[in-house]
């Protein structure tokens, strides 16, 4: 789903039924390239990736429901990481 899609509230969130994609996928599975590339082009057409998560498959977990990180847990997470490497590099230098 398009990230500019996402909103704020859970409920506005389309439901998406990944078993009818996964079927969709799998009656190509042995067909012609042709066939799977436009199987491929019809998925990303409603924002579904070739790719699945770990979660797909669980009963009752929707996937577009989940956790997002937000902004500022990136922004602590950027800043750790360039204080770990700059610390790393200190300690090398004088031991």
Not at 58 to 86: C, N
Request: glycine fraction near 8%.
């Amino acid at each position: 789903m398009p990230f500019n899609k996402l909103g704020d509230n859970i409920l506005q969130i389309p439901t998406r039924d990944y078993a009818v994609y996964e079927e969709i996928k799998n009656d190509v599975e042995y067909g012609t390239e042709a066939e799977k590339l436009h199987v491929r082009r019809q998925l990303r057409a409603v924002g579904v990736n070739g790719d699945q998560i770990a979660l797909c498959n669980l009963y009752g977990v929707r996937p577009e429901a989940l956790h997002k990180p937000d902004l500022l847990h990136g922004i602590y997470k950027g800043v750790f990481e360039s204080t770990m490497q700059w610390l790393m590099k200190f300690l090398q230098k004088y031991k």
